[in-house]
């Protein structure tokens, strides 16, 4: 089956910085990335996400990245902001396996 | 609101008690999934349907877990027997279309809670 993992488990910023957040799978038939923001006692959201055929993607803040034959995908955020706390999730796809990763999370601070 | 719906959001029961859970996707969603998931950990794949057909099921799922979707619309996961480790949020998530590779929307999940 579909090995997922994250790096790193946690990752604190200050407000303004940076956040990369790497997912590694093991699964070449995976075609579709997804990444999945949960906040505190809320359901996961799906925040951005990008196809096997496109190497990145970027909406404002957030940004995908894609290294298909590393078998990697990387999620980055800008300016972060204090609500950008949460735990993210990678959730990549291919035919019918649905593993997400075990999760990032992330806290900014003021 | 037209988005995932989940009843109860909670559920209290004794260890050895059946519990039953149901999901209304959003209404074009054909496919519907279920996931369990415990605190600090990330949602874990149980089953899924496309339409009514349930087309895979987890092998870590027991014989003690059922779902079904009848009509190809709500569904209903019922945990026979309960156990300790059950406990968990369970979560429903639907998606548009009939291939793989579409952004799952998630509904506010139904924590249960074995006494």
């Known amino acids: 089956g579909e090995n997922v993992e994250q790096h790193p488990s946690t990752l604190s910023v200050q407000e303004g910085d940076s956040a990369v957040i790497k997912c590694t799978y093991s699964d070449s038939a995976s075609n579709y990335f997804p990444w999945y923001k949960q906040e505190l006692g809320k359901r996961p959201q799906l925040i951005i996400d990008?196809?096997?055929?496109?190497g990145e993607k970027k909406d404002q803040r957030i940004a995908v990245t894609l290294n298909k034959t590393a078998k990697h995908f990387s999620l980055h955020i800008t300016e972060t902001q204090p609500e950008d706390s949460a735990v993210y999730f990678c959730a990549p796809e291919g035919g019918q396996n649905f593993v997400f990763g075990p999760g990032t999370r992330l806290s900014v601070l003021p | 609101d037209t988005g995932v719906s989940q009843n109860p959001r909670h559920k209290i029961t004794k260890r050895g008690q059946n519990v039953t859970f149901r999901c209304d996707p959003i209404?074009?969603?054909?496919?519907l999934y279920w996931y369990r998931q415990t605190l600090g950990q990330g949602p874990e794949f149980l089953t899924y349907?496309?339409?009514?057909?349930?087309?895979?099921k987890s092998r870590l799922l027991s014989d003690r877990f059922s779902a079904e979707r009848p009509k190809g619309s709500f569904s209903t996961l019922e945990i026979q027997r309960t156990e300790q480790g059950d406990s968990a949020m369970y979560l429903c998530?639907?998606?548009?279309?009939?291939?793989?590779?579409?952004?799952?929307?998630f509904g506010d999940g139904t924590r249960l809670s074995i006494l």
């Open positions: 209404s074009e969603h054909n496919r």
């Open positions: 990008i196809r096997s055929n496109v």
């Open positions: 998530a639907s998606s548009l279309g009939s291939r793989a590779g579409q952004p799952q929307h």
């Open positions: 349907f496309q339409n009514e057909a349930q087309l895979e």
